[in-house]
């Protein structure tokens, strides 16, 4: 019986952890992805790394937001002020560094209490069964994020800085930390700083970012994140740009054929994905915008790959390769099978459209390198080969 209860009290505090911190349902993570805006987020603090983290923000014009713990808090109540009179959010990350898993009750209710606002980030994100309760009680809401910068590591920050541009999107909610445990902090921060709003990005407090809870939906969407990541590296996909409203990525690999005038089938080729996340948030006249300027970028990364023979997309969105000078082809039963599947699911978790019974209609888009060097080239004008409606 005693060994039933524990199982049962280990699956309630899993499944809680896995729905609420994994996925993040209910919890604020990221604001519109219509909207170049971004919150940039440190916790932990204040520490010794605060002045210096504040220096650089304010370098760059940028106000961000200070999940704070109120024993560093008490520590260093200077800082604290200082954070503040340089217009800075300060919000709440409990009254000591210590996951959930490791409070009673009336400790964890300390915690979400220990510092006044808005928001409360619990530490390492980690949820007991009773954290929303307390925080709905304590008149607050849950804070996460969509973008963790790891300068908690030990990685190159280049390669840090790196991977934080390629994964913020509009929206975004930025993890990343004020402690002097973490000194690659502020490497990263030199890199990323100048850079986010040259892309095009705006920094703001996440109070500035109207952001709303997630639903169940969007919950699988934050939940999906590292598959996307590993995916990504797997099979070496690379984004063509890293603007806000930037949806194009490549990855090697052979064309899938059957063999098409200008292009076989095995060559080496390069197949287009389109970001899920960003574009059901553009408009059509966005779409063909950011359209014309990956596909520039694009020609430009085939331009120096002289053995790439061609590109293709399979999806349903293929069809609309055609304003972009595609050609287009049938696919195999197994082709429409997987690439119909993963359409209909990419719909629904993205757009909210309901599955069908028949599954979306799919298509082969490809153009040979000649053809598509010739339309996408420096020697021509993109811009004016595409009337907008």
């Given amino acids: 019986m005693e060994f039933l209860f524990l199982l049962l009290l280990l699956t309630l505090y899993v499944g809680v952890d896995i729905i609420y911190r994994w996925m993040g349902v209910g919890a604020v993570a990221w604001g519109s992805r219509s909207s170049p805006k971004i919150a940039l987020t440190f916790d932990d603090g204040p520490s010794p790394h605060t002045e210096a983290i504040l220096e650089r923000l304010r370098g760059e014009g940028i106000k961000a937001t ?90 190159d920050p280049h390669i840090l800085a790196q991977r934080i541009l390629t994964w913020c999107r509009p929206g975004s909610i930025i993890l990343l930390h004020d402690n002097e445990r973490f000194p690659q902090t502020l490497a990263v921060l030199d890199e990323i700083l100048p850079q986010l709003k040259a892309l095009g990005y705006q920094p703001v407090r996440l109070d500035e970012l109207e952001a709303q809870p997630l639903s169940w939906r969007e919950g699988l969407m934050r939940a999906s994140q590292g598959g996307h990541e590993r995916y990504f590296i797997k099979n070496k996909v690379q984004r063509l740009g890293l603007g806000p409203f930037d949806y194009l990525a490549v990855s090697p690999c052979a064309f899938p054929g059957p063999s098409q005038p200008g292009l076989k089938k095995g060559e080496p080729s390069l197949e287009v994905h389109l970001d899920s996340a960003r574009t059901p948030a553009m408009t059509q006249i966005q779409l063909l915008r950011e359209g014309r300027k990956g596909f520039t970028l694009l020609a430009e990364y085939v331009q120096s790959r002289p053995e790439i023979r061609g590109v293709w997309g399979i999806s349903q969105a293929a069809m609309g390769l055609r304003v972009f000078g595609f050609h287009l082809a049938p696919v195999t039963p197994l082709q429409r099978l997987i690439s119909g599947v993963a359409n209909a699911w990419f719909l629904w978790l993205y757009r909210g459209e309901q599955p069908k019974w028949r599954l979306p209609s799919v298509v082969l888009g490809y153009s040979p390198r000649d053809e598509f060097l010739a339309r996408w080239g420096k020697a021509t004008k993109p811009a004016e080969s595409i009337s907008e409606p």
């Fill in 66 to 155: 200070f999940f704070v713990l109120q024993s560093q808090a008490q520590r260093y109540p200077q800082l604290l002020e200082k954070i503040l009179a340089e217009g800075h959010q300060v919000e709440s990350h409990g009254l000591v560094h210590r996951p959930a898993f490791f409070l009673w009750p009336w400790q964890e209710a300390q915690q979400v209490r220990a510092m006044p606002g808005r928001f409360y980030r619990p530490p390492h994100g980690i949820h007991s069964p009773l954290t929303r309760l307390l925080v709905r009680a304590a008149g607050k809401q849950v804070a996460l994020w969509d973008v963790e910068a790891q300068d908690w590591s030990s990685k």
